[in-house]
């Protein structure tokens, strides 16, 4: 599968952002679809997940303002990010994987990443 993510930009704190990631796959709904980020210098971390039955998880420092979801006939997935801080900026990956899981080594398929960049 490929994943091409789009929708980062510059934003200012409290502002919203979609991202979408459209895949090249003819079995996109049977897959795990994941968001992570990753900030200068540190490791990349889990901020959503949603199953290919529409079960959704999230990191504890996106509840309530981030929400995934995914629409099967698209094949294509989407992180709408509201209440935006600057600690949220960060290169924003979409990934695919065959289970249910928040960790990135479960993941077999990313896209190249697209830039989030929140201003105080």
């Known amino acids: 599968a490929q994943l091409v993510e789009s929708g980062g930009g510059l934003v200012q704190a409290g502002g919203s952002l979609r991202l979408t990631c459209a895949a090249s796959?003819?079995?996109?709904?049977?897959?795990?679809m994941g968001w992570f980020r990753q900030a200068p210098g540190k490791e990349r971390m889990f901020v959503a997940a949603i199953t290919w039955n529409g079960n959704t998880l999230y990191a504890d420092s996106v509840k309530g303002r981030f929400t995934i979801s995914r629409d099967n006939n698209r094949d294509t997935v989407y992180l709408q990010m509201n209440s935006l801080k600057p600690e949220d900026t960060a290169v924003y990956y979409c990934?695919?994987?065959?289970?249910?899981?928040?960790?990135?080594?479960?993941?077999?398929?990313w896209g190249q990443g697209t830039q989030v960049t929140v201003s105080s």
């Open positions: 796959t003819q079995t996109f709904s049977s897959y795990d």
């Open positions: 990934a695919a994987s065959t289970v249910e899981s928040t960790s990135s080594y479960d993941y077999d398929y």
